[in-house]
């Protein structure tokens, strides 16, 4: 819930706290503003179809209309993630585009972590008497206007995904899992037109054995037969360097007979990941 106070007669505040790590919750409110922004307040002629922050001193908020117009009602004034963010508010008290920055007056957005994973937001609209004549219109108008319910049901919102509560890591604890990286080898298996079924069968059952032998070996750590309609057969993720695994593509029986190609890549993974059975997912039981 959004708490808010009128600092003195020309500064609004509201504030609120929402559970995520400071990082999170800085990317929401600024790379994510069209997740949770009121589509309502924008001064644009049309609907209102996009938002973008410009992550950077001198960018700005852009408002983009259905109709493809654009408004620039923000400049950046201040970007320092994941702590600080400030921009102006050029907007009169017409509610049009005030182009004298002597006359905007300033939003900040300070971010402290309460915990690694709670996060204290306070927004500070100040020097609102910049605006000139009918300052206090725009005074009460934002007053009652700015709310960061919004920003927090996104940030509630975006902790669940298929029903399942999602803990977002904290920046330590990201950079610690990546340090624990190692290089694995992804292949993309594509279907040629020479593999018409069922006259090829017997080599894609072949394949499939020799894969299984690659899986017992240590070689083959994930391997996925792809059974949509389209060219793309098969993916595969090796744990092995690039040169070992086109040798060992290179030998593949469907490789061979022409009915399937390969694309090899580079990546990087995590050792112990594993596939989890899908009993363990109770909306996938459910469908089956």
């Not at 020097?127 to 996104?154: I, K, P």
């Not at 079924?197 to 070996?217: C, K, Q, S």
């Not at 994930?222 to 090796?238: A, K, Y």
């Not at 989890?276 to 459910?286: G, I, K, M, S, W």
């Amino acid at each position: 819930m959004t708490m808010d106070s009128r600092i003195d007669d020309t500064t609004v505040r509201v504030a609120t706290e929402v559970g995520v790590p400071i990082a999170r919750a800085f990317h929401v409110f600024t790379a994510e503003i069209g997740t949770w922004w009121d589509p309502d307040k924008h001064i644009l002629a049309a609907p209102l179809a996009q938002m973008e922050f410009e992550p950077f001193v001198g960018g700005h908020i852009i408002d983009r209309g259905t109709d493809g117009s654009e408004c620039r009602w923000a400049r950046v004034l201040a970007y320092q993630p994941p702590d600080r963010v400030c921009f102006s508010w050029d907007i009169n008290p017409q509610w049009q585009i005030e182009t004298d920055p002597a006359k905007t007056s300033e939003i900040e957005i300070a971010f402290t972590a309460l915990t690694p994973d709670r996060t204290r937001v306070v927004l500070t609209h100040r020097h609102l008497d910049r605006h000139g004549d009918g300052w206090e219109g725009m005074r009460d108008a934002v007053a009652g206007g700015w709310s960061l319910d919004g920003f927090a049901d996104r940030i509630q919102t975006a902790n669940t995904a298929a029903g399942r509560k999602l803990v977002f890591p904290t920046d330590d604890t990201m950079h610690d899992r990546l340090r624990q990286s190692a290089a694995y080898t992804p292949i993309l298996l594509h279907a040629t037109d020479r593999c018409v079924r069922p006259d090829v069968d017997p080599i894609i059952w072949e394949h499939g054995r020799r894969n299984m032998a690659l899986v017992d070996a240590g070689l083959l750590a994930v391997v996925i037969p792809v059974t949509d309609d389209s060219p793309l057969s098969g993916i595969g993720i090796f744990a092995a360097d690039p040169e070992t695994v086109r040798a060992v593509m290179d030998d593949d029986p469907g490789v061979r007979a022409g009915i399937f190609t390969y694309e090899l890549h580079t990546g990087r993974g995590f050792p112990g990941a594993s596939l989890p059975h899908p009993d363990a997912d109770p909306n996938r039981r459910e469908q089956r």
